[in-house]
Nanobody
Framework: QVQLVEAGGGLVQAGGSLRLSCAAS????????MGWYRQAPGKQRELVAR???????NYADSVKGRFTISRDNAKNTVYLQMNSLKPEDTGVYSC?????????WGQGTQVTVSS
């Protein structure tokens, strides 16, 4: 069992930055990947960024060059640095972690980008 606690959402003007964090606890050794998804009003949830245990990362095309996912293994925490934010980045951002036998989700944090 893995528990995820997110922090860092909020309201920011277009062009601004935010950093989200996701702290994992529980069966940490079983985690193979961690990532962030977002869901905008009226839209399906989409993968924003993911980091695999070996360090490989992948990003949605819409955020490449603006968002960076990283991790601090000592703190069991994954970060999503979001720069040059756009109104279309608005949504509920949820942390996700998974392994061979499980998948866990955080409670979600609201990110609102005003124009």
């Amino acid at each position: 069992q893995v528990q995820l606690v997110e922090a860092g959402g909020g309201l920011v003007q277009a062009g601004g930055s935010l950093r989200l964090s996701c702290a994992a606890s529980g069966s940490i050794v079983s985690i193979v990947f961690m990532g962030w998804y977002r869901q905008a009003p009226g839209k399906q949830r989409e993968l924003v960024a993911r980091i695999i245990s070996g360090g490989n990362t992948n990003y949605a095309d819409s955020v490449k060059g603006r968002f960076t996912i990283s991790r601090d293994n000592a703190k069991n925490t994954v970060y999503l640095q979001m720069n040059s934010l756009k109104p279309e980045d608005t949504g509920v951002y949820s942390c996700n972690a998974g392994g061979p036998y499980f998948e866990s989700w955080g409670q979600g944090t609201q990110v609102t980008v005003s124009s």
